[in-house]
């Protein structure tokens, strides 16, 4: 089997190793969502170890760590740097009205993709114009896949279990 690393796509390990999936429930029970087909089938193919232990809440190298024990590898030693968690001021666009919402975990709920309907969105938003992406998980894939595409981005932590995400088209 293949090393995992901080880069292992989701999908890949529950591909790969039997039982992948109870086994990332076992370690964070916020990893249940894994139970819906919709995100096994789009989300986990975009988000790696890493952006998961983030969804997750977790110290990406704590789970890397956990998942390489389960399947038999050995733990991968810190090197002692550990990422700096910056933390963003709140930027003064987010003031502005959002255009459009959409909620992550009614969408998912009824097996639609959150990315997909986004980016449908955000084809028909004016430059400049924001969407709102409510979620009770920091959508770490969804924030990185905005990025790419050239948007802003910020996330708000309301709670625990309540983030909104948003998002500028550029």
Partial sequence: ???ITLETKI???LNDYEGMKDILIKINPKFKKLNNPVLRRTLAKIAGVKQAAVVG???PEDLLNQLRVAVGQKPVKSHGE???HVVEVRPDWISSEAKTSLNANEMLDREKNPLAEAN???KKLETGDILTIVSDF???PLIEAFEKAGHTVYCDAKAD???V?????Q
């Fill in 161 to 163: 279990d309540r983030f």
């Fill in 165 to 169: 995400t948003y998002v500028k088209k």
């Fill in 138 to 140: 920091r959508p770490e």
């Fill in 1 to 3: 089997m293949k090393e």
């Fill in 57 to 59: 809440g977790m110290d």
């Fill in 120 to 122: 449908k969105i955000l």
């Fill in 11 to 13: 999908a890949d390990l």
């Fill in 82 to 84: 550990k990422e700096d």
